[in-house]
C-alpha cells in the first residue's frame, strides 16, 4: 500500500473535518489537507442536534473528540409540543444539542493534534490544483461548487420546497427540543426550538408562502424579520431577544445525487443529500457519513480508489435515502400543518411525534407511555362525543374501536384488502375462493373485500377473474356470504370494476399486463381515449361511445342488484390502477375533446354517472366507496386539487368511504416507495375534504393501524400481503394487546386465551430489552 497517498478534503465543516480527523488517526503516513473558504471561527447557524445512538457511535472512532464534544452538550429527552396554550410532553427521546461552532473548534483541534493540515480562507474553484491527490472529496455543502461542476456525472436533482424557514437564536433557556405552534391571524407559524448550551437556543422559524406573505417577511430584512418574530412570540421568548448570524429567509433545499463519485472525486454531506431540518441534524447525517467514507478509504483507498466508493456507496446509500425519506415526510407535515390545526391537543401532540411514520404507537409506548395514556384520556373522549360509542374504559386501542358506515358497524378498522386470486373459470368463484375468503374472515377483521369483480365478461383484467354477470356467479358469492355472515361478525364488501385498456391479459404471475396469447383468444379493449398501455404490445382500446357507455353502466347497475341478494354488506367502485373509469380521471389517459375529456370536472362525469346509477340500485342503508388512484407518480399526473374535486363530487352523489391508493395508471410510473407510503393521500382528504378514507399500501404491523388511526390519517386500514401470510392478523394484534373483548371463534377459544398470556410476556420482555438497550447520556 502507498505511503504518499493524498487526500484533499473541499470544505471544513463537520462532516469534512471528521473524515480527515478519523482517517488521518488510521493512516497517519497519509498527506490529508482540508481546505476551507471561511476563517477558522466564521460559523453560520447556532447549534446542531445528535441523538443518543450517533453519539455511541462517535465514541466508538475517536475517544478524544467524544470527550470534548459530550462536555460541550446540553442534553435532554423530553420533546415539547406547546400548542394551544398546551404543553404536551413526550420523554424518552434521547437527543443532544451544542454549539456549531463549538464543534467546529473542538474538530479542527483534533485535527490539527492528529497532523491534518487545515487552510482556511481558501475558496476552491479549480480542481486542477489537486492533480496529484489521490481522492477529492466534495465536503462543500448545499451549494457545492464541486457538485455543480461536474453535474452530469453526479446527477442531482434539486427541489426548493414550499415553506419558508428563518435560522435564528436566543438567549432563551430550554429544557427540552420544543415545537413552539404559534396561531396568527394569517395562519400557523411553528419555531423549532432547542438550547445547545447555557443561555444558547437555536430558533428555526417556519411557516407557509401564504402566511410569510400576509405577515409581510417578503418586504423585511434580516434584523427587521428578528424584531418582527420577537414580537410575535413574545409570550414564548419570556423577554429573551431572537439574535441573527445571516438570519435570512429561505426555502429548504431538498437535493440528492444519483452518483456519489466520478473518477477520484467523491461527495460527502450536504452536497450528495439534504434532509429537513424537522428530523435533527443535516451535521449528523454528515458526520455519520464520514464515518463510513473514512472506513472505506483505510479498507481500499490506498489500492482502489473505485473499490473504496463503492464500499461507501453501498454502506451508506440506503440508510441515507431512509433518514432522506423521513425527512421528506415531516417536512410535506409541516408544509400542511394547517390540515391539523383543527385537532384537540394531545392528537395534534400526537401528530407532530409520529408525523416521520417512523415512530408508531408501541414505540411511544417504549419512550413515554404517561404521554400515550395522556392522548388516550383526550382521544377515547372525543370518540365517546362523536360516536356515542363508549370505549373510555376499556380502552381497545383505536384499531380495535368501532366504525359505523350507514347502517353497518364495524367491529375493529382492519380490513382485509382486494387482491386478485385469478383463479375463477367463467367468472364463478370456486372453492378456492371459499377458503381463502372464509379463513381471512375467521381471522377477526372489521371488513374484509373480495378481488375486483367483473360486470361483464368482456370487462375482465384475466380469464381467471371473478364475475357477476349471471345466476351461477351469483350463487358463488352468496355461499362465501352467508359463511362470513353465519360463523364471523365480520362485515364483506363487493368491489366491482372494468379492467379497461388493461384488460384481456395473462394471470397474475404469468407475464402481468401482457395479452393474452393468440391461442388463448383475446376480447376486445375499451377506455376513455384509444392510448394503449404497453406501447407496441398491448392492444390500442377503442374510444369508448354514449351507446357503450349506456351498456357497461347496465351492467354495473345488474351486478349491484346482484351483490345485493348474494348478502354483500357494502359495495364500492374500482376507480383506480387505470382500470377503465381510472381512465376517465387522469389527464394522462383521458384525451378526449367532448363533455368527457379536459378540466376534472369533465373527467369524473362518467365515472360519476355509474356510481349514481349504482347508487339507486343499492339499498340506501348499505354504504358504498371508491378507490382511486391518488397519484399517478408521473408528470403531468392527477393533482391533489383533481382528487379532492373527485371525492367531493363522488359524496355528493352517495359515497361513504374513500379507498386511497394510487399508480399503476401508466408503465412509466416512478412511485417513491416507503413503509406506509400511500397514507399520505388518504390523509390528504381525510383531512382537508373531511370525507372518510381508507388508507393502503405498505402497511404491515398493529402498531402502524393504531398509528394511523389515532393520528387522523384514515378510518381505515387495508393490508393486503400480510392477510395472505398470515389470516389471522387481527386475532394476534389484539392478543398482543390484550384486547380480550375482541370477537374469537368458539371453536378457537383456547388457543386465544393461550395467545393472550404469551403475548403478555414477550411484549413485557421486549419492552425490558428496549429500555435496557437506550443508551444513557453523558456515559
Known amino acids: 500500500m502507498p505511503k504518499d497517498f493524498k487526500i484533499a478534503v473541499v470544505g471544513g465543516g463537520p462532516g469534512g473535518l471528521y473524515l480527515a480527523l478519523l482517517t488521518k488517526k488510521a493512516r497517519p503516513d497519509w498527506q490529508i489537507d482540508v481546505y476551507e473558504q471561511n476563517r477558522a471561527d466564521d460559523t453560520f447557524g447556532f447549534g446542531v442536534v445528535f441523538s443518543d445512538e450517533t453519539l455511541e457511535e462517535f465514541l466508538s472512532r475517536d475517544a478524544e473528540s467524544y470527550a470534548a464534544i459530550k462536555d460541550a452538550f446540553a442534553y435532554w429527552d423530553d420533546i415539547i409540543i406547546r400548542y394551544k396554550g398546551r404543553e404536551m410532553r413526550c420523554g424518552g427521546n434521547g437527543f443532544t444539542g451544542c454549539s456549531r461552532l463549538a464543534l467546529l473548534q473542538i474538530l479542527q483541534k483534533r485535527c490539527e493534534d492528529v497532523g491534518v493540515a487545515i487552510h482556511y480562507q481558501e475558496p476552491v474553484d479549480d480542481l486542477s490544483r489537486f492533480a496529484d491527490c489521490d481522492v477529492i472529496v466534495g465536503a462543500d455543502g448545499i451549494n457545492s461548487r464541486i457538485r455543480e461542476t461536474f453535474k452530469e456525472h453526479f446527477q442531482p436533482s434539486l427541489s ?123 451535521t449528523k447525517l454528515a458526520m455519520e457519513s464520514a464515518i463510513a467514507l473514512s472506513d472505506a ?203 379497461g385498456r388493461k384488460g384481456s391479459t395473462q394471470l397474475g404471475w404469468e407475464e402481468a399486463d401482457h395479452p393474452l396469447l393468440a391461442v388463448d383468444g383475446n376480447w376486445p379493449l375499451y377506455s376513455a381515449s384509444p392510448l394503449p398501455y404497453l406501447e407496441g404490445i398491448s392492444a390500442i382500446p377503442a374510444e369508448l361511445d354514449r351507446a357503450m357507455m349506456d351498456r357497461i353502466k347496465a351492467d354495473f347497475v345488474q351486478a349491484a342488484q346482484r351483490a345485493d341478494r348474494a348478502g354483500f354488506d357494502m359495495l364500492e367502485l374500482h376507480c383506480a390502477h387505470g382500470y377503465l373509469f381510472a381512465s376517465f380521471l387522469s389527464p394522462l389517459t383521458n384525451k378526449r375533446k367532448d363533455e368527457y375529456g379536459g378540466p376534472i370536472e369533465n373527467r369524473l362525469r362518467y365515472p360519476l354517472e355509474v356510481f349514481a346509477a349504482m347508487r339507486a340500485a343499492w339499498p ?117 394487546y390484550g384486547v380480550t373483548s375482541h370477537w374469537v371463534p368458539k371453536q378457537y377459544m383456547p388457543g386465544a386465551a393461550q395467545a393472550l398470556r404469551e403475548a403478555e410476556r414477550t411484549r413485557q420482555k421486549q419492552a425490558d430489552l428496549q429500555r435496557k438497550a437506550k443508551p444513557r447520556h453523558g456515559k
Open 620 to 736: 340506501e342503508a348499505k354504504p358504498m366507496s371508491i378507490r382511486i388512484s391518488a397519484s399517478d407518480w408521473a408528470p403531468g399526473g392527477i393533482t391533489e386539487d383533481d382528487v379532492l374535486a373527485t371525492v367531493r363530487a363522488f359524496e355528493v352523489a352517495g359515497c361513504d368511504l374513500v379507498s386511497t391508493s394510487s399508480g399503476q395508471t401508466v408503465p412509466e410510473q416512478k412511485p417513491v416507495y416507503g413503509r406506509m407510503y400511500q397514507v399520505q393521500f388518504a390523509e390528504s382528504i381525510r383531512n382537508v375534504a373531511r370525507i372518510k378514507t381508507m388508507a393502503v399500501g405498505a402497511i404491515t404491523e398493529p402498531s402502524q393501524v393504531n398509528t394511523i388511526i389515532a393520528c387522523r390519517r384514515a378510518d381505515l386500514v387495508a393490508l393486503a400481503r400480510p392477510h395472505l401470510t398470515d389470516p389471522y392478523f387481527t386475532l394476534k394484534a389484539a392478543a398482543w
Open 160 to 282: 426548493l420546497k414550499a415553506n419558508k424557514f428563518n435560522w435564528l437564536g436566543s438567549t432563551r433557556p430550554l429544557d427540552g427540543f420544543t415545537f413552539f405552534f404559534k396561531q396568527t391571524e394569517h395562519g400557523l407559524i411553528c419555531a423549532h426550538t432547542y438550547q445547545y448550551e447555557p443561555g444558547c437556543s437555536t430558533w428555526v422559524m417556519e411557516m407557509g408562502p401564504k402566511t410569510w406573505t400576509a405577515l409581510g417577511f417578503d418586504k423585511l430584512g434580516e434584523e427587521e424579520s428578528a424584531r418582527k418574530l420577537e414580537t410575535i412570540f413574545a409570550e414564548e421568548l419570556e423577554g429573551h431577544p431572537l439574535i441573527t448570524n445571516r438570519s435570512l429567509w429561505r426555502n429548504f433545499p431538498r437535493i440528492f445525487c444519483e452518483h456519489w463519485w466520478h473518477k477520484n472525486i467523491v461527495l460527502l454531506g450536504d452536497a450528495k443529500a439534504t434532509a429537513h431540518f424537522s428530523i435533527g441534524s443535516g
Open 297 to 499: 478509504l483505510v479498507a481500499h483507498g490506498g489500492e482502489s480508489v473505485e473499490a473504496a466508493f463503492r464500499a461507501y456507496d453501498k454502506a451508506r446509500r440506503t440508510e441515507v435515502q431512509i433518514t432522506q425519506h423521513n425527512a421528506d415526510v415531516s417536512l410535506a407535515w409541516f408544509e400542511h400543518m394547517e390540515r391539523s390545526n383543527d385537532m384537540k391537543p394531545m392528537q395534534f401532540a400526537m401528530v407532530v411525534m409520529c408525523r416521520a411514520k417512523s415512530i408508531t404507537w408501541d414505540n411511544l409506548l417504549i419512550r413515554d407511555e404517561t404521554f400515550v395514556r395522556a392522548f388516550e384520556d383526550e382521544w377515547y373522549q372525543t370518540y365517546f362525543e362523536e360516536t356515542g360509542i363508549d370505549c373510555r374504559k376499556r380502552r381497545p386501542t383505536p384499531m380495535f374501536t368501532p366504525l359505523k358506515l350507514r347502517g353497518m358497524k364495524l367491529a375493529n378498522r382492519v380490513v382485509v384488502s382486494p387482491m386478485d386470486q385469478y383463479s375463477a373459470l367463467d367468472g364463478v368463484p370456486n372453492d378456492w375462493h371459499f377458503t381463502h375468503y372464509t379463513s381471512r374472515a375467521m381471522g377477526g377483521p372489521g371488513l374484509m373485500y373480495v378481488e375486483m369483480t367483473c360486470p361483464s365478461a368482456d370487462s375482465r383484467i384475466s380469464p381467471g377473474c371473478t364475475g357477476l354477470w349471471n345466476d351461477e356467479q351469483g350463487r358463488g358469492w352468496k355461499r362465501i356470504v352467508d359463511f362470513v355472515h353465519a360463523e364471523t361478525p365480520v362485515k364483506i364488501c363487493m368491489q366491482l370494476g372494468h379492467a
